[in-house]
């Protein structure tokens, strides 16, 4: 469908050289290279991922090594910082470096984790309330809105101070608290497409409505989501610094950015060093996938790639 | 109208009446309060003693009853860390919390306005990329670290605002500035792609084509009719911000509001006082919700009747 509608605008916003769909995107290989905030991202999403993969054959220490006579050492271009510890050490006389290299693990395995469990059963929950109707997709709207006008944090405190706050905790109450997204996404969409052609053949074939879903729904909804994902992914990894910096997220002897930047805190008129380099892990963290996430949005919807495109074509002329 | 409005005065019981059930759930099914609340040295007897106070040794059934009927004349029961009933805590605090999130909220609307209009006057020119890198930057920022950067910035090297606590206007300044700023750069972004799509719009071309002077097609044409878009988005902003987002920014700058009175709960293992807060603001979202809906439909009259 999205071929189709972007053809017949590369037609009439460009008379003089019809321009074929690739030619007009190029794909999404090049299509990222030519955006650079988006490239820029991409390339420091893969340097995080690659640092959390190896971090114990990148980090010089221990993260968890305690070194009470090597305690709040400056990075290493103030006076009295050391070769030992780049970044300096914290009160415990722990390596600020290692904590940092350590901690994308955390970050990176929270985000991907909730992302892929709330997505799941969102998405699960479009489908079937967007191709059933009827009853069954007024319950689970009903349901969604309902849990939408929760307090959700509150009621994430309240489950962590139940429950005890670690890593799966913290997975299962972001997953608990953003799931709607992807089901509200998938069911509007759904709703747009039961009504096509293709969906109606496969419905005359004797597809199963299984195979219906999977096959010939799903595909359809994978820009979006992954669109969607990326945005929540960054919203989770903020959220996961938050209850970790409440105190309710991971625990010690486990590292969190959000966890060193609250045991610094006590620490910041002396040793800045500490509540400054987790920080700025979290903020680069989240820039870089929210670029990603800007980009998707462009690149996979057919409309924003039009306009993105009759754009370049206004300027060329 | 009036039906709208029942129709979302139901909607919203539910919501309350479901919170309820979640925290009973939680509270007494999944979790242990007594394991909870006492310390581990704690006697049997002790423990048997704490259970017959609460009512714990009664049958389920029994307790939920006892615990709608507790709820519905907001009768949370007495703080276990205060030793004073949990309602006069919550009107104690709540205040605090009320203030902080009405400056935010204003100050971020405030902020987004004018930046999202003077950005889209001129898409992808100067002024529009350095809004859009600094809300960029604005989304990417964990909210505490922020607060703690203005700290450092403002109070300690500086030394123009207080550090932290609640007292005169120069308290609420950071508080309030640190929670508005995620507000304001999500707004941002609304306020200049709507207005971006309108100043493309034909009536807008009509009017400046009549010789209407720019700032009266902007300000007032243009900009009215982004208004429910933005206001939208305004009062999505309200409602994350009263739903979670003044628990971080009250405990880093330790403003007395029920935020703070929530981690504060959690540290001395208060339950009680804890899901009195669930229940508290799970009331203020669903009025502000509420609210929010019957300003929408004032607005713009094409917002659906029924409530879906």
Redesign the interface.
């Known amino acids: 469908m999205s071929i189709v509608e972007s053809d017949s605008a590369a037609v009439t916003d460009a008379p003089i050289v019809p321009i074929s769909d690739t030619q007009a995107t190029g794909g999404y290989w090049a299509d990222l290279r030519a955006d650079t905030p988006g490239l820029i991202g991409a390339v420091c999403l893969g340097l995080l991922l690659f640092i959390a993969v190896f971090a114990p054959f990148l980090a010089p220490h221990d993260p968890a090594a305690q070194n009470i006579i090597a305690r709040l050492q400056p990075p290493i271009w103030m006076d009295g910082g050391t070769w030992t510890h780049l970044l300096g050490t914290d009160h415990l006389g722990r390596d600020v470096l290692s904590r940092l290299l350590h901690g994308s693990r955390i970050s990176l395995f929270v985000g991907f984790a909730t992302v892929l469990v709330a997505g799941s059963f969102g998405v699960l929950m479009g489908l079937i309330s967007g191709y059933a109707g009827g009853r069954t997709d007024q319950w689970i709207?009903g349901f969604i809105?309902?849990q939408v006008?929760?307090?959700?944090?509150?009621?994430?405190?309240?489950?962590?101070?139940?429950?005890g706050p670690s890593m799966t905790t913290v997975i299962v109450v972001l997953a608990l608290n953003g799931w709607m997204v992807y089901a509200r996404l998938t069911r509007s969409v759904v709703l747009g497409l039961r009504q096509t052609a293709f969906v109606e053949a496969a419905e005359l074939l004797g597809c199963r409505t299984g195979r219906i879903l999977i096959r010939h729904l799903l595909p359809n909804l994978a820009a979006p989501l992954l669109t969607l994902g990326t945005l929540e992914f960054?919203r989770i990894v903020?959220a996961e610094?938050?209850l970790s910096?409440?105190?309710?997220g991971v625990q010690p002897p486990a590292t969190s950015w959000?966890l060193d930047?609250a045991q610094g805190?006590d620490y910041?008129?002396r040793a800045?060093w500490l509540?400054t380099f987790p920080?700025l892990a979290?903020?680069?963290t989240?820039?870089a996938i929210?670029?990603i996430a800007?980009w998707l949005r462009v690149t996979t919807d057919p409309v924003e790639r039009e306009k993105r495109f009759a754009r370049r074509f206004g300027a060329a002329k | 109208m009036s039906r709208f409005v029942i129709n979302r005065l139901w909607q919203g019981v539910i919501v309350v009446l479901s919170v309820v059930v979640v925290v009973f759930i939680l509270t007494r099914l999944i979790g242990d309060p007594v394991r909870v609340m006492l310390p581990l040295e704690a006697t049997a007897e002790q423990r048997a003693a704490f259970e017959a106070q609460l009512g714990l040794d009664r049958p389920i059934f029994e307790q939920f009853l006892t615990y709608v009927r507790d709820v519905a004349v907001l009768d949370f029961g007495e703080s276990l860390w205060q030793r004073r009933p949990v309602l006069e805590i919550i009107v104690e605090r709540a205040p605090a919390t009320l203030v902080l999130t009405f400056a935010a909220i204003a100050l971020a609307v405030t902020l987004a306005v004018p930046l999202g209009v003077i950005a889209a006057l001129r898409p992808e020119g100067i002024v529009d990329r350095i809004v859009v890198v600094i809300s960029l930057l604005g989304l990417s920022i964990p909210q505490f670290w922020l607060g703690l950067l203005f700290i450092v910035l403002f109070s300690l090297t500086l030394g123009w605002l207080p550090t932290s606590g609640a007292g005169g206007l120069d308290h609420l300044v950071l508080p309030a500035l640190t929670l508005a700023l995620p507000a304001m750069t999500r707004l941002v972004m609304v306020v200049r792609s709507t207005m971006i799509d309108e100043l493309n719009a034909q009536y807008v071309k009509v009017l400046r084509a009549k010789g209407m002077l720019p700032w009266r097609v902007i300000g007032v044409h243009a900009l009215r009719n982004s208004a429910v878009p933005i206001l939208t988005i305004a009062g999505w902003e309200l409602i994350r911000i009263v739903s979670g987002y003044t628990v971080v920014v009250e405990t880093v700058f330790a403003w007395p509001g029920l935020g703070l009175t929530a981690i504060q709960a959690i540290e001395r293992q208060d339950l009680i006082l804890l899901q009195a807060i669930v229940f508290v603001t799970a009331i203020m979202v669903v009025v502000l919700n509420l609210m929010l809906d019957i300003v929408y439909k004032a607005i713009d009259p094409r917002i659906e009747m029924s409530a879906k």
Do not use: Q
């Open positions: 709207t809105d309902t006008a929760f307090p959700g944090l509150l009621l994430a405190l309240l489950i962590l101070a139940v429950i960054a903020l610094a938050a910096f409440l105190g309710l959000g930047v805190k910041m008129f800045w509540v920080g979290i903020a680069f989240v820039l929210n670029l800007s």
